[in-house]
């Protein structure tokens, strides 16, 4: 302490590290809030279309239009299936003009005719691996593309370019509305093509960067391991400060249960719409999956593995036990995030393989998602998805994350709440039943280390963030009650006072 030390009393406030986010998407939602269609708040069809319809007339020489957040719900069908909104309804508002729609948890795609033109999609052409086309009753792609398939309008989607200074404009904002939240530190994701670690190193260099950043890239199926490995080594190179740092690599397993993509050990339900005995598909070849992971490891560079359904946990917990073996055991921290499922004899392999588990509590209750997940894999299998407790009991490491768009509220509280209630965090909602299997809930203070010291661990930042400590980090948030020794339906409206990163105040509540 000196003369310029700053000395505020909390009067019995609440001290907590800063909070920390295991796995988001920094610049996403707030690019699309920018310069795009912002469909995140819309619940309906018709809602989505008017928001199409009055960007053109506000945009009358763009050349494409690209939005993000719709929602697989709105479009089930009487008969319970769910093949996802038309092109027809867009072509009703743009068709001279592609039009590209990403879903809330980016998954999906819709577009209009125009679009698939552009891209060269008929009623003949083929889904990549692990990827789907939806087809209308006439055989006609009905307008909407699922994970690997999405690629397919890559060429036309590159029509839209943001330069590197608006990708900052969409981080600093993110930066701001973090900090309200008490968070100091996130994993962030950069998508190929997309400059945001480079954006993320130019604000470090204005002075303008305020949250520890640990960045990864993304690796696809057809990737050259060796290429993969030069990439990641050189951009752990470049970016080794305080404020960001690069030494991961993310895969994706499978994709999600509500796009009939994600990969389960029992099949769907006949509402998938895919026949019997279908499972859902992996991203990858085995084969090829394991080498890759396999290359990873042996270079020193943690892979960070997307995996919604029981399936792609096997596969990725495989793929991680057969690298193990055969480059060694060391302390790889190799994270699998999403485990929707997870079958009970995998679970003491994650202990054993020290596999770090970056859930987001954010889904565990009956959300958005629960009714589709409901009608995918059956009740009993939807309401046993994310066994936090008997993960957190065989010793698993969980971090705390929020897959932020996906969850587009990713407020820290909520997620704390959530993990302890297992229903929803929301005014209107609190009191309902909306609670999915409370035998797996977690305490505050479990919650309260999953979001802290749990993300630091999995960041290989333990040493300096995380938990409150002479010789650390100052980074902290202070809340105005303590959330140990409160209701837990409250913890979402305690109020965070002071964010501070570093020893300076970012944040203050006025």
Do not use: C
Not at 56 to 84: C, E, M, S, V, Y
Not at 225 to 248: C, F, N, R
Not at 364 to 381: A, H, I
Not at 411 to 418: A, D, F, G, H, Y
Request: aromatic fraction near 8%.
């Amino acid at each position: 302490m000196d003369k310029n030390t700053k000395v505020i009393d909390l009067k019995g406030k609440m001290v907590a590290p800063g909070f920390m986010d295991g796995h988001t998407h920094i610049e996403s939602l707030w690019v699309t809030k920018l310069f795009q269609v912002d469909l995140t708040t819309l619940k309906s069809k018709q809602e989505y279309i008017k928001a199409v319809s009055d960007f053109r007339k506000n945009h009358p020489h763009d050349k494409i239009i690209l939005g993000n957040g719709w929602q697989n719900g709105p479009f089930k069908l009487a008969d319970g299936t769910n093949p996802g909104p038309q092109k027809e309804d867009l072509d009703a508002v743009v068709s001279d003009i592609p039009v590209i729609l990403y879903s809330i948890d980016q998954h999906s795609v819709w577009v209009n005719s125009k679009a698939l033109e552009m891209a060269g999609i008929t009623k003949n052409t083929k889904a990549p691996k692990g990827g789907m086309i939806e087809h209308n009753a006439d055989g006609s792609p009905r307008g909407v593309l699922r994970e690997g398939a999405t690629n397919l309008v890559n060429k036309v989607s590159d029509l839209f370019k943001l330069t590197k200074e608006q990708y900052k404009q969409a981080i600093l904002k993110y930066q701001e509305e973090m900090h309200s939240y008490g968070m100091t530190g996130v994993m962030t994701f950069q998508l190929k093509g997309v400059p945001v670690i480079d954006a993320i190193g130019e604000l470090e260099k204005e002075g303008k960067l305020t949250m520890r950043v640990s960045g990864a890239y993304f690796v696809d199926p057809g990737d050259n391991p060796k290429e993969v490995v030069k990439t990641i080594k050189a951009a752990k190179q470049k970016y080794h400060s305080d404020w960001l740092q690069v030494h991961t690599a993310k895969l994706f397993a499978d994709g999600v249960t509500e796009g009939k993509t994600a990969l389960f050990l029992e099949p769907y339900t006949k509402n998938a719409g895919m026949g019997p005995n279908f499972r859902g598909d992996s991203v990858w070849k085995v084969d090829e999956f394991n080498k890759m992971v396999a290359a990873m490891d042996k270079a020193g560079i943690q892979v960070h593995i997307h995996a919604i359904g029981d399936g792609a946990v096997n596969m990725s917990l495989n793929a991680i036990e057969k690298a193990a073996k055969a480059n060694g055991v060391r302390d790889s921290r190799h994270t699998i995030t999403h485990i929707s499922a997870i079958s009970d004899k995998d679970i003491p392999r994650m202990k054993a393989l020290k596999v770090i588990a970056s859930l987001q509590p954010f889904w565990f209750y009956k959300d958005q998602y629960y009714e589709l997940e409901k009608s995918m894999v059956g009740e009993k299998r939807a309401l046993a998805f994310y066994p936090a407790r008997k993960m957190w009991d065989k010793g698993v490491t969980i971090a705390g994350s929020s897959d932020y768009p996906p969850t587009p509220d990713y407020r820290p509280l909520n997620s704390i709440e959530t993990g302890v209630t297992r229903n929803s965090p929301y005014p209107g909602e609190q009191d309902k039943n909306m609670v999915r299997n409370a035998s797996q809930a977690l305490t505050v203070r479990e919650m309260l280390q999953a979001v802290t010291k749990n993300v630091a661990y999995q960041i290989f930042r333990e040493k300096d963030l995380g938990t409150l400590k002479v010789g650390k980090k100052a980074d902290m948030v202070v809340l105005d009650r303590d959330i140990t020794k409160i209701k837990p339906k409250n913890i979402s409206e305690t109020s965070v006072d002071y964010t501070i990163v570093g020893g300076k105040i970012v944040f203050k509540r006025k």
